[in-house]
T-cell receptor, first 110, second 114 residues
Framework: GENVEQHPSTLSVQEGDSAVIKCTYSDSASNYFPWYKQELGKGPQLIIDIRSNVGEKKDQRIAVTLNKTAKHFSLHITETQPEDSAVYFCAAPGTYKYIFGTGTRLKVLA | GAGVSQTPSNKVTEKGKYVELRCDPISGHTALYWYRQSLGQGPEFLIYFQGTGAADDSGLPNDRFFAVRPEGSVSTLKIQRTERGDSAVYLC????????????FGPGTRLTVL
């Protein structure tokens, strides 16, 4: 079955700096990789996703890159702001259900 | 439009009691998923439905857990003889269908078993 590893578990950056979170997956058949942002007391919110037929996708300050050969995908947040502080989860599909990473707690220091 | 809603937002119960957690998916979404999230962890899959039928219930931890979706919309997760280890946030998500990858999550129900 699919296995997802996520690093780092915590990340502190200064406001305006970039943040990068990395995930690896095990199932080479996986073809869709979402990223979720979860704020305290709320459910996960889909912020960006990528399909296996592209290597990079960007949406304003957020980008995701995918390396299918290495089975890596990463979330990049540029010009971080205090409101970016949250827990971020990557996921990979395991036959329709998601297998989630363990999460990265991002703190953006003002 | 309205997102996924879950009720109650918080549930406190005593060990051994029965609880029901409700999920209202996004209108028109035929696939519905239940996940459980323990403190400091990512969500873990429990069960998903396509329409009224449970397509995969392999994530349910034991036979105390059961879920239904009788009319293909609202779903109820039922937990019998609750144990302290059942304490977690129970998340519901929906998607347009099983072939549509994007899953949209509700706010969750925080279950505390005393």
């Amino acid at each position: 079955g699919e296995n997802v590893e996520q690093h780092p578990s915590t990340l502190s950056v200064q406001e305006g700096d970039s943040a990068v979170i990395k995930c690896t997956y095990s199932d080479s058949a996986s073809n869709y990789f979402p990223w979720y942002k979860q704020e305290l007391g709320k459910g996960p919110q889909l912020i960006i996703d990528i399909r296996s037929n592209v290597g990079e996708k960007k949406d304003q300050r957020i980008a995701v890159t995918l390396n299918k050969t290495a089975k890596h995908f990463s979330l990049h947040i540029t010009e971080t702001q205090p409101e970016d502080s949250a827990v971020y989860f990557c996921a990979a599909p395991g036959t329709y259900k998601y297998i989630f990473g363990t999460g990265t707690r991002l703190k953006v220091l003002a | 439009g309205a997102g996924v809603s879950q009720t109650p937002s918080n549930k406190v119960t005593e060990k051994g009691k029965y609880v029901e957690l409700r999920c209202d998916p996004i209108s028109g979404h035929t696939a519905l998923y239940w996940y459980r999230q323990s403190l400091g962890q990512g969500p873990e899959f429990l069960i998903y439905f396509q329409g009224t039928g449970a397509a995969d219930d392999s994530g349910l931890p034991n036979d105390r857990f059961f879920a239904v979706r009788p009319e293909g919309s609202v779903s109820t997760l039922k937990i019998q003889r609750t144990e302290r280890g059942d304490s977690a946030v129970y998340l519901c998500a929906s998607s347009l269908g099983l072939s549509y990858n994007e899953q949209f999550f509700g706010p969750g129900t925080r279950l505390t078993v005393l």
